[in-house]
């Protein structure tokens, strides 16, 4: 089939939220056949990990709102030269600028605008949102809330795709090797729970630490391994001191490249927020390593995890309800490690990036 011309906007500094799945779409499309060009904020981790991934970026552009009459202009030229035929937006302020960028060439020639909404809240309710929904030709949601919201707020039912989140599964093997992370941090053959998220408010640790300290009463050896960075550390060390788990809790940094083995020197993996990701990333990963995951009902873990089989979900924000899941998820290994089989095989069957790629794909196909 024809290639098509493709060029992505995604206004995000860092390496969070939508910055790995934009990157492995492109890179995924490219792997197609497909010319792909991506605009992203330079100077930052997100164009150090597009450089690194090998994709080719659209130079000069700033992506930042006191920059938008020149970002216009650069995009503009860039359409034309390319002859592009979607321009896929991944954040509001990138939505707007696609549109404003959009050349007029004839109905024929001019690029369809689509947009991947990678959480609830970046999609609006008011006047000035309708307006660029109007123009929005296909709105792709990451979980079945988010596609809910769409068609809440007046996006034609036909425009709006459900594309779930994916992962590498050939990059988390089932069988990596534990001992150099329980070496690291000295937790010998302790029950290990890690859970892999920004540290930053409404990420749900409070709950998480509740919940373990209660645990720590039925399993007084089991350890809590925090993974990720962030401008909360500070104030969840003092929680940690203060409640005092400063034996049974280790905050391990962000881990990036060695994420496989700090997910295998785990015998749960738990989740209390969606972030700014509600594909949910982080419980894929771990499902990807064949850890069985303990979630709260939130972002796309409902569609995710599947309660009693590749995990356990809970409803409420109380602590006792954190402790029992993870007591659950602890007390019996063999079964943990059925059910993190299970979480690995449902990633290959629903969550691998061809499937996700297919949708995406699929879409463009039908507008072009």
Not at 175 to 181: G, L, M, Q, Y
Request: hydrophobic share 45%; proline share 5%.
């Amino acid at each position: 089939m024809t290639p098509l011309r493709i060029l992505h906007l995604a206004a995000n500094r860092w390496w969070t939220g939508s910055a790995d799945p934009t990157i492995q779409l492109v890179a995924g499309l490219r792997a197609r056949g497909h010319r792909v060009c991506l605009g992203v904020i330079p100077g930052d981790r997100f164009e150090a990990k597009a450089r690194e991934a090998g994709l080719d970026l659209v130079k000069g552009l700033t992506l930042t709102p006191g920059a938008v009459a020149r970002d216009a202009l650069r995009l503009r030229a860039a359409i034309r030269r390319e002859g592009i035929h979607i321009v896929h937006a991944h954040h509001s302020h990138d939505h707007w600028l696609a549109l404003i960028a959009r050349p007029i060439l004839g109905d024929r020639r001019r690029p369809h605008v689509v947009r991947t909404f990678h959480n609830l809240r970046a999609v609006k309710r008011d006047r000035l949102a309708a307006g660029l929904y109007r123009r929005t030709a296909a709105a792709f949601a990451v979980s079945r809330q988010i596609e809910a919201r769409c068609r809440e707020v007046g996006i034609p039912p036909g425009r709006v795709h459900w594309i779930p989140g994916s992962v590498a599964l050939e990059r988390f093997a089932a069988a990596a090797d534990p001992r150099p992370v329980r070496d690291e941090f000295k937790i010998g053959d302790a029950p290990v729970i890690v859970s892999v998220a920004r540290l930053a408010p409404n990420r749900g640790h409070d709950l998480l630490l509740a919940g373990f300290r209660l645990l720590l009463r039925e399993l007084p050896a089991a350890r809590l391994l925090l993974v990720g960075k962030g401008e909360t550390r500070g104030y969840l060390e003092r929680l940690v001191a203060e409640l005092g788990l400063g034996d049974q809790v280790v905050f391990t940094g962000y881990r990036d490249r060695d994420l496989p083995l700090v997910l295998a020197a785990a015998d749960c993996f738990a989740l209390m927020s969606a972030g700014s990701d509600e594909s949910c990333r982080a419980a894929l990963e771990a499902m990807a390593a064949g850890r069985l995951v303990v979630a709260r009902r939130v972002g796309a873990l409902p569609e995710t995890v599947v309660h009693g089989e590749t995990g356990l979900l809970i409803d409420d924000d109380r602590p006792e309800s954190v402790c029992a899941a993870l007591a659950a998820a602890l007390v019996a290994p063999e079964r943990a490690r059925a059910m993190g089989a299970a979480g690995r095989r449902r990633v290959h069957d629903v969550f691998s990036p061809e499937r996700s790629i297919d949708g995406v794909e699929r879409v463009y196909r039908s507008l072009v």
